[in-house]
């Protein structure tokens, strides 16, 4: 995690709690952290859930790593510390979602093991729902939606996580999903019945 190089900074607490605002949502803030190669079916499963999470009445909103490399984090590139930069600054704006009692679903590679559990390391016990989108390498190859594995073989993309890059698999997640065996909707349903059972949607 990087150093703050702030000085004389003081956290303001506010007068509205998050268990007030959680009352007000009727859930509990969460944050969804779905990781898996290129092509797995991250952010397919997140962009579902999001939806069918509104349709039952619970305010979602998915934090897309494309997308916030647009703004966010459009002065970071794909090396290992690049990568750490990103996967910190998403974790503490997930966090902060979490804690206005959103459910948030963030949808990086995030490769490294190291980087996702000192994401996991920020927020309090239960917040972070780490979920391994496990589809294998030849599947999310064989999809290239974005013609990245293609360029990634003719080495066109350096440092391209399960081609030139490693991938470091979650040891311990709390939801697998591998979205070769399971369809779109069989893996949202999953999803919902995890946020289920641990009460997170009913506040």
């Not at 859930?49 to 349709?55: D, M, R």
């Not at 997308?67 to 590139?77: A, D, I, P, S, T």
């Not at 390498?137 to 490693?166: H, M, N, V, W």
Request: glycine letters at 8%.
């Amino acid at each position: 995690m990087a150093d703050s190089k702030g000085t004389n900074i003081t956290w303001h607490q506010g007068h509205v709690e998050r268990k007030d605002r959680e009352k007000l949502l009727s859930q509990r803030g969460a944050t969804l952290w779905l990781t898996g190669l290129s092509g797995s079916g991250k952010s397919t499963v997140a962009v579902a859930a999001e939806k069918a999470l509104l349709q039952r009445g619970h305010l979602a909103y998915v934090l897309d790593g494309d997308n916030v490399r647009h703004g966010l984090n459009k002065n970071l590139g794909f090396s290992p510390e690049d990568r750490t930069e990103n996967i910190r600054r998403i974790a503490e704006v997930a966090k902060l979602f979490t804690d206005a009692g959103v459910i948030a679903l963030t949808s990086f590679i995030s490769p490294y093991r190291a980087d996702r559990d000192a994401a996991r390391a920020i927020f309090a016990p239960g917040d972070f729902v780490e979920i391994h989108v496990s589809t294998a390498l030849e599947t999310c190859e064989s999809r290239d939606p974005k013609g990245l594995y293609k360029k990634a073989r003719a080495g066109q993309i350096p440092e391209f996580t399960g081609i030139s890059a490693p991938y470091e698999a979650p040891e311990r997640p709390e939801l697998v999903l591998d979205t070769g065996a399971l369809s779109v909707e069989e893996s949202v349903a999953a999803l919902l019945r995890y946020l289920e059972e641990k009460g997170t949607l009913s506040a």
